[in-house]
């Protein structure tokens, strides 16, 4: 499968593929406690990052389960952050990828403004027109109210709530919310062809 059509342009917005010079910026969201508190990976030391880049960075043109395309979002030629989307699972008769995974990181200092609404609502848009999915998801810690938010924002269905799912970092255990939106969910909101 080709490579999505890069980059996407939205009203205020740029999302390109991660380039090595946005180390920096990636860094310095990806170092804070606070934006990492509820992310599958801790505040990044220069190793975590390095390992973090390297995947963000070839993350270009998934095709097979398990690949990644990763963009970085930003406003007037600043990265104000980057989104994910993690092919899933392939239970299509073609065995295509049929499910697809949504997930973003924000700089704080660029919270409240609608960037994460906007982005991920293009990358929605490409992951249905460029890909034969049936289904995206996101999967967060429930008590991460700022991402179940933008689900909803996003049109997404809250979908299951499992219990203690998540081994956290330090011990302990977390719980996991799941949300969800279906192509024909996407397409009879305008969206889609």
Avoid: K
């Avoid at 995947?55 to 970085?72: C, F, H, M, N, Q």
Wanted: proline share 7%; charged share 25%.
């Amino acid at each position: 499968m080709p490579a999505p059509a890069l980059p996407l342009r939205t009203e205020r917005l740029v999302l390109r593929t991660v380039r090595p010079d946005d180390r920096a910026a990636i860094g310095a969201y990806c170092a804070d406690p606070e934006v990492t508190r509820y992310l599958p990976f801790p505040a990044l030391d220069d190793e975590g990052l390095t390992t973090r880049m390297d995947r963000l960075v070839a993350g270009t043109a998934p095709s097979t389960t398990g690949e990644i395309l990763a963009l970085a979002v930003e406003h007037d030629g600043t990265l104000v952050g980057d989104l994910m989307l993690r092919l899933a699972a392939a239970h299509s008769p073609d065995s295509s990828p049929s499910i697809a995974e949504l997930g973003w990181v924000f700089a704080p200092s660029y919270a409240g403004r609608g960037f994460a609404t906007e982005a991920a609502t293009a990358l929605i848009d490409l992951a249905f027109t460029h890909y034969p999915l049936h289904r995206l998801m996101a999967q967060l810690d429930p008590r991460n109210l700022a991402s179940s938010r933008l689900c909803e924002r996003l049109g997404m269905t809250f979908e299951a709530h499992t219990r203690e799912d998540y081994a956290e970092r330090g011990g302990g255990w977390s719980d996991t919310a799941v949300y969800g939106l279906l192509r024909r969910e996407w397409e009879s909101r305008g969206s889609g062809s």
